[in-house]
Structures are given as C-alpha cells and as structure tokens.
C-alpha cells in the first residue's frame, strides 16, 4: 500500500531544493522546464539526474535529442523560473524569445548566462518511474559564475539563498 499522490506532494513541500532550468533543442526547437527534481550521481564518470514529467512538453525533446543542460539559477531568473513552470501562460521556443540571456556549450543545449553553474550533459540512460521519467547525463561541459547565490523552493515558495546566507552569519 502506498501513500496518496496529495499526501506525498504535502510531505515533499518540507524538502527544500535548489530551482533549475532543464533546457534542451531538439529539430532546432529549444524546449525546457523548471525543475527541482535534480540530483548528482556520480563523480567518476560525472553524471546527474534530472525527473522529468512524461506529460512535460520538453519530456519527448530531450529523449529524442540525447542531450540537455541544468541550469541552476539564482535570485534573479525567478521570472524565467516561474515562465519555464508554465505560469504566465508562454509555451515552447517561445519561452527563451524575451527573457534571458542564452548562449551554448558543447551539446548545443540552451545555456542561461549569469547562472551560480550551467552543467551542459548527453543523455547516457533513461528510466521510466510511474508519472516520470528518470534521465541521466554524462555532464561533458560546465558554466560557473562563482560569486551568484542559488533560489531555492521550500513549502511552496521561491527563498533567495542570500537571504539564507545572511540568517546563518546572523545566527
Ligand atoms: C518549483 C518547481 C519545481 C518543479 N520541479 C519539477 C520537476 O522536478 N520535474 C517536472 O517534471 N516538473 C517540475 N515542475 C513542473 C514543471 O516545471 C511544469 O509542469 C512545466 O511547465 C512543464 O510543463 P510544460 O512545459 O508542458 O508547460 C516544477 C514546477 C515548479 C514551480
């Protein structure tokens, strides 16, 4: 017997995690999503997850494409944020159209200029888990920008990780 999906989604708001941007281009249209359903792998070979919902539009472009970039964002890409979560109603290639500063790396995934790290990876394996899928990347490329603070998403809202940083030196 499992939990319900309202029990689980109540419990999973006490998780605070670091908001992403999950981009990719597959037949030359960029797709993407918000997502804070990212974790590292391993070191050796360096690898990451990200789950995806099959529902999601990116979900097809990123398997048929082979590759994808995990950009973690900071304070001031919550707009992108909130845009890639399908909150102001702008869908597709059309999200990157007038928000953003984007560029690539190796892949050709879109990268966002100004991100704390934009980890550029090839699809290397790929697991279906009920509403989503579990997609692995070898990361072969890496944008830092060391001096920016992450947004984070903790019991439904977006946290600037300054404003954590600051309460922990004033602690
Ligand atoms: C803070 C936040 C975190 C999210 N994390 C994930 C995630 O890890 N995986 C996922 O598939 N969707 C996640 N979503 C939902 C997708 O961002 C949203 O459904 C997205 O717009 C995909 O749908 P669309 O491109 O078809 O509009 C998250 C949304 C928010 C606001």
């Not at 590292?40 to 097809?60: F, G, R």
């Not at 500063?101 to 995934?109: D, V």
Request: hydrophobic residues 40%; contains cysteine.
């Amino acid at each position: 017997m499992s939990i319900d999906a309202a029990a689980f989604k109540k419990g999973m708001r006490h998780l605070a995690a670091s908001v992403t941007l999950i981009t990719t281009r597959h037949d030359n249209v960029r797709g993407g999503l918000t997502a804070t359903a990212v974790c590292s792998v391993s070191a050796e070979p360096p690898q990451i997850l990200v789950c995806v919902n099959k529902t999601a539009s990116a979900h097809d472009p990123i398997g048929e494409a082979g590759f994808f970039c995990v950009n973690i964002l900071c304070p001031e890409h919550r707009k992108l944020a909130e845009r890639f979560a399908g909150m102001d109603g702008v869908e597709g290639d059309e999200r990157f159209q007038d928000m953003g500063e984007w560029t690539t790396l190796t892949t050709g995934a879109p990268v966002l200029t100004g991100c704390p790290v934009s980890f550029d990876c090839k699809l290397v394996t790929k697991l279906s888990a009920g509403t989503h899928t579990i997609y692995i990347g070898e990361i072969v490329d890496v944008a830092l920008h060391e001096t920016a603070t992450p947004l984070l998403y903790a019991d439904g809202c977006f946290v600037h990780g300054d404003a954590l940083k600051k309460a922990a030196q004033a602690a």
